[in-house]
């Protein structure tokens, strides 16, 4: 069974700098996908990004890079000059494409972006 | 516009008063699941649905069943409800490597 680790259960950072959020996960798997979810006060689940096993290229969005390292299956979140709208719950999510479709979670790492 | 459409937003039972959650979407989506969130724990998967007609168990099915007869609609039922079953419970469609559209969440509380 696939798992993912988030061993970070709080973080904060000032405004304006960077931060990374780790996780690693446990596959036999090959072909996967990797997502971050971001979960503001609101509760609503947001994708952050997304990265498939087959790419080796890091995926970007705006502010949001990963650090995809298969090998050592990491796949950690930088988030490049934090602004307080960054604040929220952010879950690392594994999806193993050929059995149910299932995303399993990490526990999530709850940031803090403070001016 | 995509969208997720869970009801209620929040809810509070007594133990043992049957309730259903709804969730409705717009997007022509095969694959629909349910997950619940409790603090420390992350979500976790608790039914999943292929297709009409097609259900099966996720990870934490006890004390829950759910009917997919048609396309847009996954219901999560609670015959009888109790305490531990209090939590946040999504509803997401998708997941086919794309992104999964997430529902706005129930907050369920039973006394």
């Known amino acids: 069974a696939q798992t993912v680790t988030q061993s970070q259960p709080e973080m904060s950072v000032q405004e304006a700098e960077t931060v990374t959020l780790s996780c690693t996960y446990d596959?036999?798997?090959?072909?996967?996908?990797l997502f971050w979810y971001k979960q503001p006060p609101s509760r609503q689940m947001i994708l952050v990004i997304r990265q498939e096993a087959y790419k080796q290229q890091n995926a970007t969005e705006n502010r949001f890079s990963v650090n995809f390292q298969k090998a050592a299956k990491s796949f950690s979140l930088k988030i490049s000059d934090s602004q307080l709208g960054d604040t929220a719950m952010y879950f690392c999510?594994?999806?193993?494409?050929?059995?149910?479709?299932?995303?399993?979670f990490g526990k999530g790492t709850k940031l803090t972006v403070n001016p | 516009e995509a969208q997720v459409t869970q009801n209620p937003r929040y809810l509070i039972t007594v133990t043992g008063k049957k309730l259903t959650v709804t969730c409705s979407q717009n997007m022509n989506h095969e694959y629909m699941s349910w997950y619940r969130q409790d603090p420390g724990l992350g979500l976790r998967q608790i039914y999943y649905?292929?297709?009409?007609?097609?259900?099966d168990k996720g990870d934490v099915p006890e004390g829950y069943k759910v009917s997919r007869k048609e396309k847009r609609n996954f219901p999560l039922i609670l015959e009888s409800p109790s305490p531990n079953q209090t939590s946040l419970y999504f509803c997401?469609?998708?997941?086919?490597?794309?992104?999964?559209?997430f529902g706005q969440g129930t907050r369920l509380t039973v006394v």
């Open positions: 997401a469609t998708g997941g086919t490597g794309n992104e999964a559209f």
């Open positions: 649905s292929m297709n009409v007609e097609v259900t």
């Open positions: 596959t036999s798997e090959s072909n996967y996908y």
């Open positions: 999510a594994f999806l193993y494409q050929g059995g149910s479709e299932k995303l399993v």
